[in-house]
Every structure is written in structure tokens, then in C-alpha cells.
């Protein structure tokens, strides 16, 4: 099988230049082709009176080893790699020891799922409920203020990322296609097929939903069991060794291996593991507000006179400012098409994060604007930068008006540095409400100081981002972890044996396919340690701000 990548051709070409660019840049009669399929299919849509499609084919032909014989080293042609998933190893039949997943969010599910995949039956406790319920839990708060802290979307089945615009790109190295191994089983449980070639690819809330329940029955049927509402308050260690975890209940479960994919919100849990003298340290991440614009306006300034285009869909957006007082203002976790949901998990504090559905079809767009901290910002503990996210989020209650509401303010009115009183043309999307108000004394004047520079600036990359009825809502700090549960090449604690951080809340990834593709490589290692092999070497980058 052949790779031809940067096959570009015009966005509303036939089907057939396909099949025409192929015998062109192979130069072979049409008798020779057999057969393709497109890998990949993104859009170049820096001339916007000129938007092309830019294609990564793979190509059968006849006599593959002749064809580059003749054709010699040629651009864009190679071998296809292979990129099947192959598992590191089969439990054995007698294998007594269950490793504990704790955590059912994207990292969790890829660990749970390649863990029963391999035979080795996993236990999954999850502390908040199945994902349906979990809903529920969730509408409870956007409809009726109630809050339930087990329950939200931070908690439950499915993580955070359930309650996502189900973004599948990342920017993570990925050597050995984990991220295609996470796009196959996607699809296994019912995701749409395009997830598997287009660029950038997403799913949409609801449709996560049934797939989360899709892979907690693949999992159950390889052996698996989940337990939920079921907190682990505790771990068991013996010099550095962990022997167990112990529930909210008082359950002692025994086992020597643990999958710890807790995500970013999990604060009682850090500081648990922080008593009990597990290794972690401050971990720089983000804070900001949710910007909602026009949807239209977003794909005009992107897409020309093709937006609209079905190819296209809605046009998401990537900024990013340096400001004057040397912080990074950019735009995370944009969410075309979508809304601004309530994403605390604790009482009287508010915080806000971006959802789409997989149409994409709402009439806001909704980006994350934030600025970019580190530990010097919030120094001492290691869990300093929890107590900084939560006192920002008690701000946001009280200038929201102490019901939840989220505090707002136009645009215009935020970069004059004057409140807003009422709404203009652009509705927010918030639930339960918005309260308008004054953002400045939200966050840190430094932030307040950089996103006040940031948001014209904006307006010289994407015509009219500076709309003045333009609606910011507070506060956003959910963006990563505040602490990292640092690791060693094997996948392992610092300093505690048999413990396995991972994904977003260990502070080595950021978002849904590199929380995953996490999952899969401590589930390796883990698997690996249950079978002997001691030497486990894995590549334990950093977590990454992949929006």
C-alpha cells in the first residue's frame, strides 16, 4: 500500500479528479490502480475566495515494487505505514490479580478497555454515576441550580469529555498510531465513520453518550467490572508499594496495580494523595473567561462566500496574543456551533467550559480566552494552584449573583473597562442564566490587563472578533490539571510502586484522543509489570494545551 499526501484539489471537485490525481502523480494507466481510500481529508482555507481540499490517500496498485523502482524518490509518495494496533502481551490464564482503573473518562476507558482487551479483567470504580444518569444530574443544575458534587460534568461516566464538543484532534507525537487505535474503537461504538479521515474531526455530547455505554458493555463482556458511586477516599501503601484502595464506605480492595485517571477536577483525591505521600507538584495551567460571538460571523471572516459549505461545517477558530505585560492570551477549546455550560463541581462557585453537539448547529460560537499561569503565580503548596482556582470560582458566584448564574459582560463594555448593565445583540448560551456585571474583579489584574489587549488584537486576525455586544462570560479555569502526579518512564509514581497517573488529572494530557492515547500506554506498562517485565520503558512526556 502506497501514501500520496498533499493531493490538493478544489473544494467542490468531482468525485473522479480523485482517481485522476492519483494516475497523475503515479503516472500509471488506469488498469494499474486497484483500489484507495482517503486517510485523511482537511481544507486549506488561507485564500478564502479559494478554498481547496487537501487529501492523504492510501493507494493499491499493481506491482507496488516496480512502480517506485520506476518512479524513483518522488514528493508526497511512500509506504503506508502500518498503523494496526498490537497488544504487548495476553494475560495468563491463572492470573489472580485484577488491576483497579479509578476513573471512567477517556483515559480510563482506554486503559479499562486495553487492560480487558489483554485479558486481565479490570475493576473500574467511577465515583459518580452511569452516563445517563449522570445527565440528569447535569440538567439539574443547568435547568434547576441544583447542584449535585458526585454528579456533574466533571463526575460520572464518560468524564469530562462527555460534555464536550468531542474534539478528536491533538497535537501529541504519536509514533505508533495509538490515536487510530482510539478513532477504530470510536467507531466500533458507533461514532461516525468520518472521524476516521477528516482532519479535525469531533462527535457531539449526545453521541458520546451511547458510545460510553457502546465500550462499558465491550469491557464487561472481556471480564471487566464497574462499580459506581464509588469513591476512593484512600490508598493502601507498604514501603512505596501499593497493596490496595480503600472506598468512601470503608471497602478495602486489594491489588498491586492501579490506573490512577481521576481528571483534572478531582481535588479531594489530590489531596489525598498528597497525605498519603504520594508525589506531586505544581503544574502551570489557564485562566480565562468563555467568548461568544455570532456563529456567522465566525464562518464569514473564515470561509468567505463559502460558508455554509457542507464540506466545511462551522469554522472554528485559533488565536493566540502576546501581551505587553509578557502573557500568552489564546483561545482554548473552541466550540463552533455550540454552548457555554455550567462545569463546577462544587457548591457556590461557578465555572464555565464549551459543548457542541455533532451538528454544530447552534448560533453562537464559543472559545475559551484565557491566560496562561504558572506555579510562580500561585506559590508554596503543590496543591496551591486548587485553592487559586477555587477562590476564582467563588468570585464568579458572587458576581454572578450567588444563584449560579454566570457573571457577564460585553465585549466593548470589557475592553472599555466599564460594567454591562443588559444584553446587546448576541444572546449568551449560559445555564441557568447570565448576570451582567463587571469582569474585572474576576481575575488577577494581570489577566484582566493581557485579555483586555488581546481581544482587538484578535479583530486584525478574524474581521469583527471585536464585536462589541459580543458576550464574555466567567469564569473559565477547568483547562488543565493544577497539579501533576509525576511519574517515571515506566509509568509508575515518583515514589509509589504499582501507582500509574494518568491523563488529564496526572497532568499528561489535554483533551479527549490524548487522554486516551494515555490510557493505552499505562495500560501497556501496567499489563507489562503484571507480567514480569520490569524494564518498561515508555516515552512519559508532559501534557500538553492542545485547543
Given at each position: 500500500?502506497?501514501?500520496?499526501?498533499?493531493?490538493?484539489?478544489?473544494?467542490?471537485?468531482?468525485?473522479?479528479?480523485?482517481?485522476?490525481?492519483?494516475?497523475?502523480?503515479?503516472?500509471?494507466?488506469?488498469?494499474?490502480?486497484?483500489?484507495?481510500?482517503?486517510?485523511?481529508?482537511?481544507?486549506?482555507?488561507?485564500?478564502?475566495?479559494?478554498?481547496?481540499?487537501?487529501?492523504?490517500?492510501?493507494?493499491?496498485?499493481?506491482?507496488?515494487?516496480?512502480?517506485?523502482?520506476?518512479?524513483?524518490?518522488?514528493?508526497?509518495?511512500?509506504?503506508?505505514?502500518?498503523?494496526?494496533?498490537?497488544?504487548?502481551?495476553?494475560?495468563?490464564?491463572?492470573?489472580?490479580?485484577?488491576?483497579?482503573?479509578?476513573?471512567?473518562?477517556?483515559?480510563?476507558?482506554?486503559?479499562?478497555?486495553?487492560?480487558?482487551?489483554?485479558?486481565?479483567?479490570?475493576?473500574?470504580?467511577?465515583?459518580?454515576?452511569?452516563?445517563?444518569?449522570?445527565?440528569?444530574?447535569?440538567?439539574?443544575?443547568?435547568?434547576?441550580?441544583?447542584?449535585?458534587?458526585?454528579?456533574?460534568?466533571?463526575?460520572?461516566?464518560?468524564?469530562?469529555?462527555?460534555?464536550?464538543?468531542?474534539?478528536?484532534?491533538?497535537?501529541?507525537?504519536?509514533?505508533?498510531?495509538?490515536?487510530?487505535?482510539?478513532?477504530?474503537?470510536?467507531?466500533?461504538?458507533?461514532?461516525?465513520?468520518?472521524?476516521?479521515?477528516?482532519?479535525?474531526?469531533?462527535?457531539?455530547?449526545?453521541?458520546?453518550?451511547?458510545?460510553?455505554?457502546?465500550?462499558?458493555?465491550?469491557?464487561?463482556?472481556?471480564?471487566?467490572?464497574?462499580?459506581?458511586?464509588?469513591?476512593?477516599?484512600?490508598?493502601?501503601?507498604?514501603?512505596?508499594?501499593?497493596?490496595?484502595?480503600?472506598?468512601?464506605?470503608?471497602e478495602h480492595i486489594a491489588t498491586g496495580h492501579v490506573v490512577l485517571a481521576v481528571g483534572h477536577s478531582a481535588r479531594d483525591t489530590f489531596q489525598m494523595l498528597y497525605d498519603r505521600g504520594v508525589y506531586v507538584e505544581a503544574k502551570p495551567f489557564s485562566i480565562g473567561f468563555r467568548a461568544e460571538h455570532p456563529q456567522s460571523l465566525i464562518d464569514r471572516a473564515r470561509f468567505g462566500k463559502?460558508?455554509?459549505?457542507?464540506?466545511?461545517?462551522?469554522?472554528?477558530?485559533?488565536?493566540?496574543?502576546?501581551?505587553?505585560?509578557?502573557?500568552?492570551?489564546?483561545?482554548?477549546?473552541?466550540?463552533?456551533?455550540?454552548?457555554?455550560?455550567?462545569?463546577?463541581?462544587?457548591?457556590?462557585?461557578?465555572?464555565?467550559?464549551?459543548?457542541?453537539?455533532?451538528?454544530?448547529?447552534?448560533?453562537?460560537?464559543?472559545?475559551?480566552?484565557?491566560?496562561?499561569?504558572?506555579?510562580?503565580?500561585?506559590?508554596?503548596?503543590?496543591?496551591?494552584?486548587?485553592?487559586?482556582?477555587?477562590?476564582?470560582?467563588?468570585?464568579?458566584?458572587?458576581?454572578?449573583?450567588?444563584?449560579?448564574?454566570?457573571?457577564?459582560?460585553?465585549?466593548?463594555?470589557?475592553?472599555?473597562?466599564?460594567?454591562?448593565t443588559q444584553l446587546g445583540s448576541v444572546q449568551p448560551s449560559y445555564k441557568p442564566g447570565v448576570h451582567m456585571t463587571d469582569l474585572g474583579p474576576s481575575l488577577p489584574d494581570y489577566a484582566i490587563e493581557a485579555i483586555r489587549e488581546a481581544l482587538p488584537a484578535f479583530d486584525r486576525q478574524i474581521r469583527g472578533y471585536a464585536l462589541h455586544d459580543a458576550v464574555l462570560t466567567g469564569v473559565?479555569?477547568?483547562?488543565?490539571?493544577?497539579?501533576?502526579?509525576?511519574?517515571?518512564?515506566?509509568?509508575?509514581?515518583?515514589?509509589?510502586?504499582?501507582?500509574?497517573?494518568?491523563?488529564?488529572?496526572?497532568?499528561?494530557?489535554?483533551?479527549?484522543?490524548?487522554?486516551?492515547?494515555?490510557?493505552?500506554?499505562?495500560?501497556?506498562?501496567?499489563?507489562?509489570?503484571?507480567?514480569?517485565?520490569?524494564?518498561?520503558?515508555?516515552?512519559?512526556?508532559?501534557?500538553?494545551?492542545?485547543?
Amino acid at each position: 500500500m502506497l501514501r500520496l499526501t498533499n493531493v490538493i484539489l478544489p473544494l467542490d471537485h468531482p468525485e473522479a479528479d480523485l482517481t485522476a490525481a492519483i494516475l497523475e502523480r503515479l503516472q500509471i494507466p488506469a488498469q494499474d490502480l486497484l483500489g484507495f481510500t482517503i486517510f485523511r481529508r482537511g481544507y486549506d482555507a488561507r485564500k478564502r475566495s479559494a478554498i481547496t481540499l487537501v487529501y492523504t490517500l492510501h493507494v493499491e496498485v499493481r506491482d507496488e515494487a516496480a512502480l517506485l523502482a520506476r518512479l524513483g524518490p518522488v514528493a508526497h509518495v511512500g509506504i503506508a505505514p502500518d498503523t494496526s494496533y498490537k497488544f504487548v502481551g495476553q494475560a495468563p490464564a491463572a492470573v489472580k490479580e485484577r488491576p483497579v482503573v479509578i476513573g471512567f473518562g477517556p483515559c480510563g476507558i482506554f486503559a479499562a478497555l486495553i487492560l480487558a482487551q489483554m485479558g486481565f479483567r479490570p475493576l473500574v470504580l467511577e465515583r459518580g454515576k452511569v452516563v445517563r444518569e449522570r445527565t440528569k444530574d447535569t440538567w439539574g443544575l443547568w435547568r434547576k441550580r441544583e447542584l449535585n458534587p458526585e454528579s456533574n460534568v466533571q463526575f460520572g461516566e464518560g468524564g469530562a469529555g462527555t460534555f464536550s464538543d468531542g474534539k478528536l484532534h491533538s497535537q501529541i507525537k504519536d509514533p505508533k498510531h495509538y490515536g487510530r487505535k482510539v478513532l477504530t474503537e470510536f467507531v466500533k461504538a458507533h461514532a461516525p465513520e468520518e472521524i476516521l479521515y477528516v482532519s479535525k474531526p469531533h462527535i457531539g455530547t449526545f453521541r458520546l453518550v451511547k458510545m460510553v455505554e457502546a465500550m462499558r458493555a465491550t469491557i464487561e463482556s472481556l471480564g471487566g467490572e464497574f462499580r459506581f458511586e464509588s469513591r476512593v477516599v484512600d490508598l493502601d501503601i507498604e514501603n512505596g508499594q501499593m497493596r490496595g484502595v480503600v472506598l468512601e464506605g470503608g471497602e478495602h480492595i486489594a491489588t498491586g496495580h492501579v490506573v490512577l485517571a481521576v481528571g483534572h477536577s478531582a481535588r479531594d483525591t489530590f489531596q489525598m494523595l498528597y497525605d498519603r505521600g504520594v508525589y506531586v507538584e505544581a503544574k502551570p495551567f489557564s485562566i480565562g473567561f468563555r467568548a461568544e460571538h455570532p456563529q456567522s460571523l465566525i464562518d464569514r471572516a473564515r470561509f468567505g462566500k463559502f460558508a455554509g459549505h457542507p464540506l466545511l461545517g462551522a469554522a472554528d477558530y485559533k488565536l493566540v496574543h502576546h501581551a505587553r505585560n509578557g502573557r500568552s492570551v489564546y483561545s482554548f477549546c473552541m466550540c463552533p456551533g455550540g454552548t457555554v455550560v455550567a462545569a463546577t463541581s462544587e457548591p457556590e462557585r461557578v465555572v464555565t467550559n464549551g459543548m457542541s453537539q455533532y451538528s454544530r448547529n447552534e448560533r453562537n460560537a464559543n472559545s475559551g480566552i484565557v491566560v496562561g499561569i504558572t506555579p510562580e503565580d500561585y506559590p508554596g503548596h503543590p496543591l496551591a494552584g486548587i485553592d487559586f482556582q477555587r477562590e476564582l470560582e467563588s468570585r464568579a458566584f458572587v458576581l454572578g449573583g450567588r444563584t449560579y448564574d454566570a457573571p457577564g459582560q460585553l465585549l466593548g463594555d470589557f475592553v472599555a473597562g466599564r460594567a454591562s448593565t443588559q444584553l446587546g445583540s448576541v444572546q449568551p448560551s449560559y445555564k441557568p442564566g447570565v448576570h451582567m456585571t463587571d469582569l474585572g474583579p474576576s481575575l488577577p489584574d494581570y489577566a484582566i490587563e493581557a485579555i483586555r489587549e488581546a481581544l482587538p488584537a484578535f479583530d486584525r486576525q478574524i474581521r469583527g472578533y471585536a464585536l462589541h455586544d459580543a458576550v464574555l462570560t466567567g469564569v473559565e479555569t477547568r483547562t488543565s490539571s493544577p497539579v501533576r502526579v509525576k511519574r517515571l518512564d515506566n509509568f509508575q509514581s515518583l515514589n509509589t510502586r504499582g501507582l500509574f497517573p494518568a491523563g488529564e488529572g496526572a497532568g499528561y494530557a489535554g483533551g479527549i484522543l490524548s487522554a486516551a492515547v494515555d490510557g493505552i500506554k499505562v495500560a501497556e506498562a501496567l499489563a507489562l509489570s503484571m507480567l514480569g517485565h520490569t524494564d518498561v520503558r515508555g516515552g512519559a512526556q508532559q501534557g500538553e494545551q492542545l485547543y
